[in-house]
């Protein structure tokens, strides 16, 4: 599994293709207005993120999503 923490993402299909990985304390946001940062992805976690873009998560495959208080 491939971790990525503490990123800003904002950009069209930002992780487009992406498999085994985490994502923690991710924010899916920003001037560029990106959607489907997850399109066609699979086994995706994600751990305390915050999504403000249009379809996070669009055709994935095996998806936790953990909101770590």
Same mark, same amino acid.
């Given at each position: 599994?491939?971790?990525?923490? +503490? ?11 992406? %498999?085994?990985?985490?994502?923690? +304390?991710?924010? &899916? ?8 940062? &997850? ?8 751990? *305390?993120? &915050? &999504? +403000? ?5 669009? %055709?994935? *495959? ?8």
């Amino acid at each position: 599994m491939t971790t990525i923490e +503490n990123k800003t993402f904002d950009e069209e299909r930002a992780l487009y293709g992406s %498999h085994k990985l985490i994502a923690r +304390n991710c924010a &899916f946001d920003g001037p560029a207005d990106g959607e489907s940062a &997850f399109k066609e992805c699979s086994d995706i976690t994600a751990e *305390h993120c &915050f &999504f +403000n873009l249009r379809y996070p998560f669009w %055709h994935v *495959h095996g998806l936790k999503l953990r909101i770590v208080k």
